[in-house]
């Protein structure tokens, strides 16, 4: 039987009857199964096999990303309050599309929102306007630069701009590969929101939901520095 832990590398020292009892066990283990005793110095777990011997440690089930947050209630028109507000100190949008017919109701939700929205004809542009400028919210279609997301410019200027600039941005992803106001979507490619093309045309209800959902995020962080002179 095992003498040694091995988690913590000690000597089992086990007396007498608790050897028999653990013997007794493992002989009436069922095939297949392991018997779980744990270390007296450690206390972690240790997995027995019938014989006595260590068995291998238990694979843990993949965990499953969470599917796409159902949308449905953007047909529906849900109402949310209205928080046009959130960031009037830093009005400026930047909208980096191409497409005159689908940037239409991204300018049109923005200017709602009260935001000044501007159309860089290029990434060159846009990150030269980066420098000089603080803008409140950037929009960004991933084929922008008629490469993938991966392959742009901005979007990797974005990625490393440090968090005292970047958490002040509401950076927004539009793409025909997204799926919209997917969180985990968004955080995986470093940005607060994402949408799909073909959601467009709810543009308002959505960004209305977006910047909802990151004022109740970050509003008690953002007052926090705000009142220690951090902004």
Same mark, same amino acid.
């Given at each position: 039987?095992?003498?040694?832990?091995?988690?913590?590398?000690?000597?089992?020292?086990?007396?007498?009857?608790?050897?028999?009892?653990?013997?007794?066990?493992?002989?009436?283990?069922?095939?297949?199964?392991?018997?779980?005793?744990?270390?007296?110095?450690?206390?972690?777990?240790?997995?027995?096999?019938?014989?006595?011997?260590?068995?291998?440690?238990?694979?843990?089930?993949?965990?499953?990303?969470p599917?796409?947050?159902?949308?449905?209630?953007?047909?529906?028109?849900?109402?949310?309050?209205?928080?046009s507000?959130?960031?009037?100190?830093?009005?400026?949008?930047?909208?980096?599309?191409?497409?005159?017919?689908?940037?239409?109701?991204?300018?049109?939700?923005?200017?709602?929102?009260?935001?000044?929205?501007?159309?860089?004809?290029?990434?060159?542009?846009?990150?030269?306007?980066?420098?000089?400028?603080?803008?409140?919210?950037?929009?960004l279609?991933?084929?922008?630069?008629?490469? #993938?997301?991966?392959?742009?410019?901005?979007?990797?200027h974005?990625?490393?701009?440090?968090?005292?600039?970047?958490?002040?941005?509401?950076?927004?992803?539009?793409?025909?590969?997204?799926? #919209?106001?997917?969180?985990?979507?968004?955080?995986?490619?470093?940005?607060?929101?994402?949408?799909?093309e073909?959601?467009?045309?709810?543009?308002?209800?959505?960004?209305?939901?977006?910047?909802?959902?990151?004022?109740?995020?970050?509003?008690?962080?953002?007052?926090?520095?705000? #009142?220690?002179?951090?902004?």
């Amino acid at each position: 039987m095992l003498s040694q832990c091995p988690h913590c590398r000690n000597k089992l020292e086990l007396t007498v009857a608790q050897q028999e009892k653990v013997c007794q066990a493992l002989a009436a283990l069922p095939a297949g199964k392991t018997l779980k005793i744990n270390c007296p110095i450690c206390k972690k777990q240790i997995h027995l096999e019938r014989e006595g011997s260590q068995a291998p440690e238990p694979v843990p089930a993949t965990t499953a990303a969470p599917a796409p947050p159902d949308i449905s209630w953007l047909q529906e028109g849900a109402v949310f309050a209205d928080q046009s507000g959130i960031i009037r100190d830093i009005p400026l949008a930047m909208v980096l599309m191409h497409d005159e017919e689908q940037r239409e109701p991204v300018a049109t939700a923005l200017e709602y929102q009260g935001y000044k929205v501007e159309f860089p004809p290029s990434a060159a542009v846009a990150l030269k306007r980066l420098r000089f400028v603080n803008f409140a919210a950037v929009v960004l279609h991933s084929g922008f630069e008629g490469g #993938t997301l991966a392959q742009s410019v901005f979007h990797q200027h974005l990625r490393k701009l440090p968090m005292t600039q970047r958490r002040l941005m509401l950076y927004v992803l539009v793409g025909p590969e997204f799926h #919209t106001l997917y969180d985990l979507e968004a955080l995986a490619n470093s940005a607060n929101l994402v949408v799909n093309e073909n959601d467009l045309p709810q543009m308002e209800l959505i960004l209305k939901k977006a910047i909802q959902d990151y004022q109740l995020l970050f509003g008690p962080y953002l007052d926090a520095l705000k #009142t220690h002179g951090k902004l």
